[in-house]
T-cell receptor, first 114, second 110 residues
Framework: GAVVSQHPSRVICKSGTSVKIECRSL??????MFWYRQFPKKSLMLMAT?????????EQGVEKDKFLINHASLTLSTLTVTSAHPEDSSFYIC??????????FGPGTRLTVL | DAKTTQPPSMDCAEGRAANLPCNHS???????VYWYRQIHSQGPQYIIH???NNETNEMASLIITEDRKSSTLILPHATLRDTAVYYC???????????FGTGTRLKVLA
């Protein structure tokens, strides 16, 4: 099946710093990628949709200047959490869609902001 | 808001079939029903999806009612490794956004 990777799997940073998370589709080209966040014991919440070569579309309430998304190629999307604060600590998950068929999810990145 | 409603939790004996229901009464004619599961601290794993017809693969079967307002995911012989949160999602396609509901926490008991 289709494989999606994320890097890093876990990151701890100081408040005020920026953190970049990479999402890669390893064996298929993804025209569309999605970013979600998940708090403990909660469901996944969609943050944004990114299409290769164009600006991401953010869900209501998600600050685009805080969560920068770049989808520079058909196999790579990045999420940068700028000026991270403790409330940004969460589990960030990406997914990729190669065709109209279905989305495949990455293993997630756990961000802890001290 | 999610267009699906699922029971918050279910138990199933190991080796027995697990039947997970999902209501999606406002589903549009061209929306698919997708099922994923999430094991603790991992990304969701794709299980199966369908539009109108029942579907079966090596993991599970999907039964969609004729009016498409509900569906059931069937794990034919549940094992302890099937313990997870199961999400039912309706969406126009894989390239369209998914809105997750609260899912069903399935616990398979030895």
């Amino acid at each position: 099946g289709a494989v999606v990777s994320q890097h890093p799997s876990r990151v701890i940073c100081k408040s005020g710093t920026s953190v970049k998370i990479e999402c890669r589709s390893l064996d298929f080209q993804a025209t569309t990628m999605f970013w979600y966040r998940q708090f403990p014991k909660k469901s996944l919440m969609l943050m944004a949709t990114s299409n290769e070569g164009s600006k991401a579309t953010y869900e209501q309430g998600v600050e685009k200047d805080k969560f920068l998304i770049n989808h520079a190629s058909l196999t790579l999307s990045t999420l940068t959490v700028t000026s991270a604060h403790p409330e940004d600590s969460s589990f960030y998950i990406c997914s990729a869609a190669g065709s109209a068929d279905t989305q495949y999810f990455g293993p997630g990145t756990r961000l802890t902001v001290l | 808001d999610a267009k699906t409603t699922q029971p918050p939790s279910m138990d199933c004996a190991e080796g027995r079939a697990a039947n997970l229901p999902c209501n999606h009464s406002t589903i549009s004619g061209n929306e698919y029903v997708y099922w994923y599961r999430q094991i603790h601290s991992q990304g969701p794993q794709y299980i199966i999806h369908g539009l109108k017809n029942n579907e079966t693969n090596e993991m599970a079967s999907l039964i969609i009612t004729e009016d498409r307002k509900s569906s059931t995911l069937i794990l034919p012989h549940a094992t302890l490794r099937d313990t997870a949160v199961y999400y039912c999602i309706v969406s126009y396609s894989g390239t369209y956004k998914y809105i997750f509901g609260t899912g069903t926490r399935l616990k398979v008991l030895a």
